[in-house]
């Protein structure tokens, strides 16, 4: 494993795309930053423009709307960026699959490299993924 | 000439001054993570964060490629200069040359200009947002910090070299005991926090409002440039404010407690100050910082 890799497994700074969810996954991503869960022990911040990430993390489904802008996005992000996709909207699209304004599902717009499940997922959950993101990288 | 760029490049000046002030920032953001009753990163988080930055896609926007990559590297080189003066300066302060006082202070100006060229050349709109309001800032927090220097330049005999300015408060005591040095030191520490632009005064990189304004175009190697002009500046502002003000005892043991009380002030004035507007800090330092940064030079001229 090399060294750059390594680097940026400490220090992964996320870029919040929230692709219209219905902001529970996005409360309990905040909760990640409070107190009682503290990522920046790991060397996790939130970053203000995408061209600092090195993480892209999505809640929820894509409509015609956000599913451009998620694309651009991710043109814009610095590689190497890794995509997580948080919430089972943003896994797999679930009841929403057949609505109207849903035409693709996150991993047909950008390559997903985590999925973590919930509705919306424990922060603890994030973290476990996160972590395993990680631990993935690495092998 | 072996000597000077050993000076320069590793003992008062680069290296040196990197580690110093990424250790800083992770005191900086240690103590933070504390006084919000949470753990904080490591102590090793800053040297990681710089690594990976190294590590990262570079993208430059269209049309602007000299200037957009060269500006961090004007305002980096800048702060080494003077990183490499005061340090010399301190350990010998008999071999400082004639003005470099004057010097220090143009020289620490040009890590803001350089942000502000950087991100004018960058053509994005929240970037010029942050590159007007650096501006502003940088007009408004010269003069009463100016005025300040200016305080404890009158008190140390009218010198205007570091080495004489040390010899001064050697022989006569810090230049903080007494009623002017005591207002221009606590004015100088709120320009201080302007320069390092920390909250009350971080309107030029509003995270919140401007998404990182004058840095939203910056990625990889640039980006780590610029993190690291900050952590050395995090070192030099506060080693400035000792050599001027505090500048009686100068061990090592004396010097790096000074410069911690220093930091624990500044990151204390961070976390208990929300942001104020970019009208609202030009109106705080052109009238109240300014108008007590001129009673203090009065009461320096009056001998008190």
């Known amino acids: 494993m090399n060294l750059k890799l390594k680097a940026l497994t400490k220090s992964l700074w996320v870029f919040h795309a929230a692709c219209s969810p219905c902001n529970n996954c996005d409360i309990e991503i905040l909760d990640l930053l409070t107190p009682r869960y503290d990522v920046e022990r790991f060397g996790i911040t939130l970053a203000a423009s995408i061209r600092h990430a090195d993480v892209l993390l999505v809640t929820g489904v894509p409509n015609y709307k956000t599913k451009e802008r998620l694309k651009r996005l991710y043109q814009q992000a610095p590689k190497p960026c890794l995509v997580v996709a948080v919430g089972s909207c943003a896994c797999g699209r679930v009841c929403f699959k057949d609505s109207y304004n849903s035409p693709c599902a996150v991993d047909e717009v950008v390559p997903v490299s985590a999925y973590i499940p919930g509705c919306p997922p424990k922060p603890e959950a994030i973290i476990a993924g996160i972590l395993k993101l990680i631990k993935s990288l690495k092998i | 000439m072996i000597k000077l760029l050993f000076n320069y490049l590793i003992f008062p000046g680069f290296l040196f001054s990197a580690v110093i002030g990424f250790l800083a920032g992770w005191l900086e953001r240690k103590i933070s993570a504390r006084i919000q009753w949470r753990k904080g990163p490591p102590w090793y988080q800053n040297f990681v964060d710089f690594l990976k930055l190294l590590g990262k896609e570079t993208i430059v926007p269209q049309g602007a490629k000299l200037t957009f990559l060269l500006s961090p590297f004007m305002g980096l080189l800048s702060v080494i200069l003077v990183s490499t003066i005061l340090g010399l300066s301190i350990r010998l302060p008999l071999e400082s040359f004639m003005g470099d006082l004057i010097v220090v202070l143009y020289l620490l100006v040009i890590p803001a200009i350089a942000l502000i060229v950087g ?185 008190y």
């Open chain 2, 119 to 303: 991100a004018s050349s960058s053509g994005n709109p929240l970037a010029s947002i942050g590159a007007s309001r650096e501006m502003k800032l940088v007009l408004a927090y010269e003069l009463p910090f100016i005025l300040s220097v200016i305080t404890a330049v009158i008190k140390s005999g009218g010198a205007i070299q570091l080495g004489l300015i040390l010899n001064h408060q050697l022989s006569f005591g810090s230049n903080i005991i007494s009623l002017s040095g005591v207002i221009a030191f606590i004015v100088a520490i709120i320009c201080l926090q302007a320069k390092l632009g920390l909250v009350p005064f971080d309107v030029s990189e509003a995270e919140q409002e401007i998404m990182a304004g004058t840095l939203i175009e910056y990625s990889g190697l640039p980006l780590a440039i610029f993190k690291l002009t900050k952590a050395i500046l995090l070192y030099t502002i506060p080693v400035l404010l000792i050599v001027l003000f505090l500048g009686k005892d100068l061990s090592p043991a004396f010097l790096v407690a000074k410069y911690i009380g220093i930091l624990l002030v500044i990151i204390l004035i961070k976390n208990t100050n929300p942001r104020l507007r970019i009208d609202q800090t030009l109106k705080f330092f052109w009238g109240s910082a300014t108008i007590l940064a001129i009673v203090a030079v009065i009461l320096a001229l009056w001998g």
